[in-house]
């Protein structure tokens, strides 16, 4: 079984950055695409960032390009999500999802529904 853990939310003000964290346990996660998912209140989860297996494959949602970068350490086991220039609408329980299918690319995984394993979230919260 897998297991994910997200840190690195909190409070900033509208233009700051946060640095999440998604560490993976109970399998070696290099072979398997990860991604950001977030869901404000009062509205359904949406995409927001992948990656592939192969760490140069990667994929954002058009609200977040130019702003957010997701990458992964695959010797720590872990995905990252750089935010930067945060803007209110940013304001969401960020979570992080894997895949039970090796090899997938960050295209194949950038939809609700895709992934087998979530972790708990983070909350981010964006001040005006």
């Known amino acids: 079984q897998v297991q994910l853990v997200e840190s690195g939310g909190g409070l900033v003000q509208a233009g700051g950055s946060l640095r999440l964290s998604c560490a993976a346990s109970?399998?070696?996660?290099?072979?398997?695409?990860m991604g950001w998912f977030r869901q404000a209140p009062g509205k359904e989860r949406e995409f927001v960032a992948a990656?592939?297996?192969?760490?140069?494959?990667?994929y954002y949602a058009e609200s977040v390009k130019g702003r957010f970068t997701v990458s992964r350490d695959n010797a720590k086991n872990t995905m990252y999500l750089e935010m930067n220039n945060l803007k209110p609408e940013d304001t969401a329980v960020y979570y992080c999802?894997?895949?039970?299918?090796?090899?997938?690319?960050?295209?194949?995984?950038?939809?609700?529904?895709?992934?087998?394993?979530w972790g708990q979230g983070t909350q981010v919260t964006i001040s005006s």
């Open positions: 999802g894997t895949d039970r299918t090796p090899f997938s690319t960050a295209q194949a995984v950038a939809r609700l529904g895709s992934f087998n394993f």
């Open positions: 990656i592939g297996w192969s760490a140069t494959n990667t």
């Open positions: 109970g399998r070696a996660n290099s072979r398997y695409a």
